[in-house]
């Protein structure tokens, strides 16, 4: 059982341009999210999938920020012209419903690291 | 008030000792709460979870619920330096929010030899 994979782990690009970052959660898990980190902050919530569908969105994914999740399978975080505030860790997790009490944990990826000069 | 309040330390204990770390919720409606464990420069790694009032013990580490004070702590015992971390305090809002946890800004504990 592998965990949860993202790519690339690091992302550096100058302001105005587009990156795109890629999730592949545990394989049985449906339901994907994902957060951004700052430096010194706890991570904040940016979207849910639940297999494909998109099911709760942050104030914080301006409409810069656009996710997918095709097939319900991997899920795509594009970032459209890039400002220096998105320089973040951002980290994708799928949950699994925990067996015995119903309810979901969530499982991070290891984050792209993201530094927009 | 913030949403998920921890004390950001650093929380400095002694190898062998009990450390301690507390978080506190706004949300009367949460039904899940997690710690995280996070390296630095690494990403969040899943420690404990609980759900009903009461302690839940997983070797080393015990969480402590308390839904009437809206409060929830986690015991280090034997603490050892490689516990050395910042450790994530994680809500799971109650209400419509299907998936999203809500985390506290995290307390950094070292443990000295």
């Known amino acids: 059982d592998t965990g949860v994979s993202q790519d690339p782990r690091h992302k550096i690009t100058k302001r105005g341009q587009n990156v795109t970052f890629r999730c592949d959660p545990i394989s049985e898990h449906n339901r994907l999210y994902w957060y951004r980190q700052t430096l010194g902050q706890g991570p904040e919530f940016l979207t849910y999938f639940q297999n494909e569908a998109q099911l709760e969105k942050s104030r914080l994914l301006s409409d810069r920020f656009s996710a997918e999740r095709p097939k319900g399978s991997f899920s795509t975080l594009e970032i459209q012209r890039t400002e220096q505030g998105d320089s973040a860790m951002y980290l994708c997790?799928?949950?699994?419903?925990?067996?015995?009490?119903?309810?979901?944990?969530?499982?991070f990826g290891p984050g792209t690291r993201l530094t927009v000069t | 008030q913030k949403e998920v309040e921890q004390n950001s330390g650093p929380l400095s204990v002694p190898e062998g000792a009990i450390a301690s770390l507390n978080c506190t919720y706004s949300?009367?409606?949460?039904?899940?709460f997690f710690w995280y464990r996070q390296y630095s420069g690494k990403s969040p790694e899943l420690i404990m979870s609980?759900?009903?009032?009461g302690d839940k013990e997983d070797g080393r580490f015990t969480a402590q619920l308390n839904k009437a004070s809206q409060y929830v702590s986690l015991l280090i015992r034997d603490s050892q330096p490689s516990d050395s971390a910042t450790y994530l305090c994680a809500v799971k809002p109650g209400g419509t929010s299907y998936g999203k946890l809500t985390f506290g800004q995290g307390t950094i504990l070292t443990v000295h030899p």
């Open positions: 949300d009367r409606g949460s039904q899940s």
């Open positions: 997790a799928s949950s699994l419903k925990a067996t015995g009490t119903g309810f979901y944990e969530q499982y």
């Open positions: 609980i759900y009903s009032n």
